[in-house]
T-cell receptor, first 111, second 114 residues
Framework: GQQLNQSPQSMFIQEGEDVSMNCTSS?????WLWYKQDPGEGPVLLIA?????ELTSNGRLTAQFGITRKDSFLNISASIPSDVGIYFC???????????FGTGTRLTIIP | EADIYQTPRYLVIGTGKKITLECSQT?????MYWYQQDPGMELHLIHY???????EKGDLSSESTVSRIRTEHFPLTLESARPSHTSQYLC?????????????FGPGTRLLVL
């Protein structure tokens, strides 16, 4: 089946730093989604990407749908304490209602 | 903002008990999903539904069952809970927008089976 490799697995940064994480797939997707999950909560949708090459921003977050349809990245600028959590990418194909999730990137902010 | 609700949020129960995890959404979405997730790990799809009277098994084998009698309601049942069922259970629903489907998640139910 499809696999999503998400990297890095974890990040330790200082407040104010920029963050970059990415997902790569062994096959193509038609939709890429980025979620953030706080401990004990459900994932919250951050950005949805529907077209290859699409670059979308949501406040300090920017995500891009790779031209090859096999990758996506998420950038966070000027990180703040509430950015702490686990970030998941997810890919989906047309006609396949199932999402394939990445393994997550755990973001920690060092005081 | 997604209007999808799960109850209970936390449940501690003994082995052998029957439990039902509730999920409801007020967005009129046809498609709904159940995922199982261990802490800090990836999500695994265990059930999904295209709409009323439709239920399908997901990628991860699960001893739970689901039903979809109403569009807004997608409960998950474990007939006899076991410690191996301890996990977080996440419900989601999806809509079609911008050329693709987007899933929205509930807050989850954390289940501990003793």
């Amino acid at each position: 089946g499809q696999q999503l490799n998400q990297s890095p697995q974890s990040m330790f940064i200082q407040e104010g730093e920029d963050v970059s994480m990415n997902c790569t797939s062994s096959s193509i997707f038609n939709t890429w989604l980025w979620y953030k999950q706080d401990p004990g909560e459900g994932p919250v949708l951050l950005i949805a990407l529907y077209k290859a090459g699409e670059l979308t921003s949501n406040g300090r977050l920017t995500a891009q749908f790779g031209i090859t349809r096999k990758d996506s990245f998420l950038n966070i600028s000027a990180s703040i304490p509430s950015d702490v959590g686990i970030y998941f990418c997810a890919g989906q194909n047309f006609g396949n209602e199932k999402l394939t999730f990445g393994t997550g990137t755990r973001l920690t902010i060092i005081p | 903002e997604a209007d999808i609700y799960q109850t209970p949020r936390y449940l501690v129960i003994g082995t052998g008990k029957k439990i039902t995890l509730e999920c409801s959404q007020t967005m009129g979405h046809d498609k709904m999903y159940w995922y199982q997730q261990d802490p800090g790990m990836e999500l695994h799809l265990i059930h999904y539904s295209y709409g009323v009277n439709s239920t399908e098994k997901g990628d991860l084998s699960s001893e739970s069952t689901v039903s979809r009698i109403r569009t807004e309601h997608f409960p998950l049942t474990l007939e006899s809970a076991r410690p191996s069922h301890t996990s977080q259970y996440l419900c989601a629903s999806s809509d079609y927008r911008g050329g693709g489907e987007t899933q929205y998640f509930g807050p989850g139910t954390r289940l501990l089976v003793l």
